[in-house]
């Protein structure tokens, strides 16, 4: 059974490769379109000349040839004599033509290997098989080719059919020259439009960020269409890495003079005197300008690691003695709470390789799902979850929470940046919206993936850096 199915499922699988393809390819249709307007400009000619000829034949050489085949007769009677052979032999070698004679006297055939004609036969199924009616049918091809003597004979003309050996040859010669036309209009179509291949080419260039290759703007013979297409997607891309490089000094620029009053306000605030009346004041002032100082610390980080080519200080990494001290240092710095002190179940698979990772990149990575999860986790059953395991596709950092989740349709939009779900992740709980940002752009720089589902209860993220 197995044997049987599976070439009919290959070639089903290659139909629907096929059909894609020539679905999704202009190249093919012009070229499929091509050949099917050859096939029907063909098929009109051929089929308007042998009507054309077919009334022609009918009017005009249906005459003369009676005429021809008249003057032959009398060149083989000798003017009304005996039928003689010389002259009817005569007639064979000089022309492309057989010759029967049948009667009292003479009987011969110059080509006896030959049959009569197929156009010859008076059985009018072959007539009709063959479609020789539109031509004039047996019976009046005999009446225009076969003479009748006086003294009994009859004389019957034909076409010499191995005179046309050569048509088969002929026929492949046209076979070939229209397969070399096909392909001829197959690399011009293919030349034609190869500047759609640069044009996809640095369009996804463009839509990766890299605007410093732009689209070659190439043609055949001088500015045309795919010219001008490639042209008009330049400016687009140097209008658009114009707005990013703008929107990027404007960001730097307004965090970078963000430090100095932020460092001032902290340290005046420090100053305040350390009574009961101002203390409570005093801490909430300093934990917003902690807040506003980490912002724009992730503002910073969030636009150095969006770059095309970020700049990533590597060395080999022992990641599970890492993951140990991000969740040390995380757990030190979270508030103690009345009912239970703050935990985190960690767990590493035992042969984790080192890796050649930015370690202050992995921390901040480690830091902040660790600080989301324990964000979320208020009132949860368990604690947040830490997997570190190796798998096919190289080493899977996992960090899991058990609180409410989000919702299904939120989850693709969590790693954008300022991104907040309006449900149970809100801003009272904290958190501005570049934490998850900022952990996607480390695993990118990285080579690495990242990805967002619900584990319900609970998130689940799950970064796969390359091993």
Known sequence: MKTATAPTHATGSSWKRAKHRLAHSIK???????????????????????????????????????????????????????????????????????????????????????????????????????????????????????????????????????????????????????????????????????????????????????????????????????????????????????????????????????????????????????????????????????????????????????GQHAALQREPVALAALAKEVVADVLARQPLRPDARPEIIFQADPQLPTLPLDPTRIRLLLRNLLDNALRHSSGAPLPPELHLRTGGQGIQIEVRDHGPGVPEDQIPHLAEPFFRPDTARTRAQGGVGLGLHLCKLVAQAHGGTFAVRNAQPGLAVTVTLPG
């Not at 055949?220 to 490089?245: K, V, W």
């Not at 300008?289 to 610390?297: D, N, S």
Request: net charge negative.
């Open 28 to 306: 093919l249709r012009m070229v499929l379109v091509f050949l099917l307007l050859a096939a029907a400009m063909t098929f009109v000619f051929i089929t308007g000349a042998q009507r054309a000829f077919s009334i022609g034949w009918r009017e005009a050489a249906r005459p003369l040839l009676m005429d021809y085949v008249d003057h032959l007769t009398r060149e083989v009677t000798a003017q009304g004599g005996a039928p003689s052979i010389e002259s009817a032999r005569a007639i064979t070698e000089r022309l492309p033509l057989t010759v029967r004679i049948a009667g009292p006297q003479v009987n011969w055939a110059s080509h006896p290997d030959q049959g009569p004609n197929d156009w010859l036969r008076d059985n009018p199924e072959d007539a009709d098989r063959r479609g020789h009616e539109d031509w004039g049918g047996g019976k009046d091809w005999q009446r225009i080719l076969k003479r009748s003597t006086a003294d009994g004979h009859s004389i019957e003309f034909g076409i010499n059919g191995a005179a046309f050996e050569r048509r088969p040859r002929m026929v492949g010669y046209a076979l070939a020259a229209l397969l070399v036309l096909t392909l001829l209009a197959w690399l011009y179509v293919r030349r034609l439009l190869k500047p759609l291949d640069a044009i996809g080419a640095g369009a996804r260039r463009f839509g990766a960020g890299d605007f410093s290759q732009p689209i070659p703007e190439r043609c055949l013979h001088g500015p045309d269409e795919l010219g001008e297409l490639a042209a008009t997607i330049n400016t687009m891309g140097q209008d658009i890495h114009q707005m990013l490089d703008a929107k990027r000094a404007l960001l730097l620029a307004i965090s970078h003079e963000l430090r100095s009053p932020l460092t001032r306000a902290r340290l005046n605030t420090e100053l305040l005197p350390e009574t009961a009346e101002v203390n409570p004041q005093r801490e909430a002032l300093l934990r917003d300008l902690q807040e506003m100082a980490h912002l724009i610390t992730d503002l910073l980080e969030s636009e150095r690691l969006s």
